[in-house]
């Protein structure tokens, strides 16, 4: 397979892709911005209680 053929294929998907979106009705951005930080947050606090030498 050569380096054009790769990439005209990459453009045929990339292409065909853009009509679904990508995107699901039920996640909301918001909802997973604030999971991921409420997560990060316990990781952090986590990682200061095995730390405390220091």
Do not use: C, K, Y
Request: net charge negative; proline share 2%.
């Amino acid at each position: 397979m050569s380096l054009h053929s790769t990439a005209a294929q990459l453009a045929t998907l990339a292409a065909e892709g853009g009509e679904h979106g990508g995107n699901h009705e039920s996640i909301s951005p918001l909802m997973t911005g604030g999971a991921a930080f409420v997560i990060l947050l316990l990781l952090l606090w986590i990682t200061t209680r095995f730390n405390r030498d220091r």
